[in-house]
């Protein structure tokens, strides 16, 4: 695949390749190996992206494909300034379809991930927004000001939210996960 063919309306390829700090601070290649993941970047972007584009306009992801080198490369960085690395490549379906050294899927839930926020836009409304109108997997919820973590598995659209709390420390998050009805009821009057 060439980096920039379109895997949608609004996306190319490289917008979830050479996306977030990480990346722009490596020299890695960070390029899917495997056929499906290129599927899965696309389909994340038809039946997620474009939608939340088409609705409020563009949008900046701030952390999309991560091959297995990326994230290493990520742990690397957040211990040398001495923070969490906040990444879990064999739940966030960052990875994709990648495969780990043993041949097995880092991430056995398949499809695709981004992080992403709209400027000038509420994290929760965006939030609200995709729950009530698109077909995603998972849905993190961090807090208004902070990107929106979403993902898409053409299999598997669970709707599952975790509405992330950050510990009393300040490092990393607890998750709270419940249903999009949960999700809508707890925050239906703060939108």
Known sequence: MNLDDK??????????????????????????????TWEALSALAQELLDPIVEYFGDIELTYGFCSEE?????????????QLAAIFPSLDQHACHELNQKMERI??????????????????????????????????????DRPVHVSYNRSDASGQVSIMRQKKTGRGYIPFTTSVAGFLERFANES
């Open 7 to 36: 895997c949608s309306v609004h996306f190319n390829y490289r917008s979830f390749i050479e996306c977030g700090v990480t990346y722009q601070r490596s020299n890695l290649s960070n390029l899917p190996l495997e056929k499906d």
């Open 70 to 82: 990326l994230a290493k490369a990520r742990q690397r960085l957040t211990k040398k300034n001495n």
């Open 107 to 144: 991430c056995c839930r398949g499809g695709a991930a981004c992080d992403f926020f709209i400027p000038g836009k509420s994290s929760l409304d965006v939030s609200l927004w995709i729950a009530q109108n698109l077909p995603f997997d998972r849905l993190y919820y961090y807090a208004s």
